[in-house]
Structure formats: C-alpha cells, structure tokens
C-alpha cells in the first residue's frame, strides 16, 4: 500500500471520528435527569392500587430488605398464628389447571402496618401463569387482613422492611405457606 492510500484512509478514520462525537450528545440536560430505583424489586407507591393512608416512616430509600433483617420473617404470634389464619379463611378452588406459586410481597412499615401489595404468579416453571381471580384475591385480602406484624428495630430505632409470602398452589389448593 503506498502512501497517498495510507494518508486517505487516515484522513477517512479521522473524519468518520470527528462525525461520530460531533453527532453523539455530550451533555444532558439537568431537567432530562432519570430516576431509577434503589434496589430492582422496590415498590413505589402507587396511587391506582395502594392505600393512600399507608406510609413508611423512615423514607424509600430506608426500607430494608429481608437479606437485611438478620433473621427471618418478623411475625407478632409466630407462623402458626398466620398459617391459622390462611387455613381457617381460604376457601380452595378445584381446578386441576390451578398450580404453581402465588407471590404477595410488601412493606411493613415502622408502626408494623402493610401496605403497597404486589402480586407475582408462575408455575412450578417459574414461568407466568395468571391464576383464577378468586385464588388470587383470596389471598391477597387475607393478606392485607393479618395486622400482626411485627416492628423490627435497627439500633432502637423502629425501621420499614419489605416481606413476602409464597403460596404453593395444587389443583386448586393451598399446600404450603413459605417462608
């Protein structure tokens, strides 16, 4: 290769340079700014399906997460009190299509009241599945019924935490409350 062919394909390398940072945006505008949150999974308040009148005390960006605890999940009464209260207020759907896992996670706040539900449904796949509507609601209202829950403290201090219950589901049937 001669040189007036190296010195072309350097003048070309040197402008497809220059075009590509002119045309990228350097600066971002403060007004542009995104907001992410803190941890995938946190649950923001919504205003279309949360109750309005439940707060966390100590801020978003203070809720602990349950690998944060330290110990497991905080029940006022222990499991059995909240594994009663599920076999004593579900009613089970026969359905041999009806199986898999039904996740209700939430916030626990300072005052250890729950608010900001959300529901995750899959198959023993793990894949999504939407369940009958009268299993879900089932137990999401008891769910947001059980008020025992107990205010943990960090330092002395009552903090927020976020919780959750699976439901294993078969045919229909609640078989198994985790955690």
């Given at each position: ?59 978003d960006d203070k809720i602990l997460q349950y690998f944060k605890l330290g110990e497991g ?107």
């Amino acid at each position: 290769m001669n040189r007036t062919n190296r010195m072309k394909k350097s003048y070309l390398a040197i402008i497809l340079l220059f075009s590509i940072l002119c045309g990228c945006q350097t600066e971002k505008k403060v007004s542009e700014k995104q907001e992410y949150l803190r941890w995938v999974g946190d649950i923001e308040q919504n205003d279309q399906i949360d109750d309005l009148s439940f707060e966390v005390c100590n801020g978003d960006d203070k809720i602990l997460q349950y690998f944060k605890l330290g110990e497991g999940p905080v029940y006022n009464g222990e499991k059995s009190k909240v594994l009663n209260t599920f076999k004593s207020n579900y009613k089970p759907i026969s359905d041999k299509k009806e199986n898999g896992l039904i996740r209700i996670r939430f916030i626990v706040n300072s005052k250890g009241k729950a608010g900001r539900f959300r529901v995750l449904q899959s198959g023993y796949d793990y894949q999504e599945k939407q369940f009958n509507q009268k299993i879900v609601s089932q137990l999401l209202n008891i769910t947001k019924g059980i008020e025992n829950w107990e205010v943990f403290y960090r330092n002395e201090v009552p903090v927020d935490y976020y919780m959750y219950l699976i439901f294993k589901i078969k045919n229909g049937q609640l078989t198994e409350i985790l955690p």
